[in-house]
C-alpha cells in the first residue's frame, strides 16, 4: 500500500486541489447548518445531511473553481503585502 505522503498532486494542480478540499469541507459544514435548520435534527439527520452533500458537494466545487481567480484578485486588491525584507 502506498503512504498517504506518496499521493501527491503535482504543483501545476495545487489551484484544483485546493478547490477541491474547501468545497469538500465548507459545503460538509453548510449542509451539516442548512439540514438542521431546514428539518430538525433527528435519528435521520446523518441519513439527510448525506443526501444533501451529494447535491451541494459539486456545485459547491465548481462554484469555488469558478470564484477563485475574482476572490485571489479581491484579495490583491484588499490585503496590504508582506514588509520587503
Do not use: H
Request: net charge positive; hydrophobic share 60%.
Amino acid at each position: 500500500m502506498k503512504q498517504l505522503s506518496a499521493l501527491r498532486f503535482p504543483a501545476r494542480l495545487a489551484p484544483v486541489a485546493f478547490s477541491l478540499y474547501m468545497s469538500m469541507l465548507v459545503g460538509f459544514l453548510m449542509c451539516l447548518a442548512l439540514t438542521a435548520y431546514n428539518t430538525g435534527i433527528d435519528r435521520f439527520y446523518p441519513a439527510r445531511v448525506l443526501e444533501a452533500y451529494l447535491v451541494a458537494w459539486p456545485v459547491a466545487f465548481v462554484g469555488v473553481l469558478a470564484m477563485r481567480p475574482l476572490v485571489a484578485w479581491l484579495v490583491s486588491r484588499t490585503v496590504e503585502p508582506p514588509p520587503v525584507r
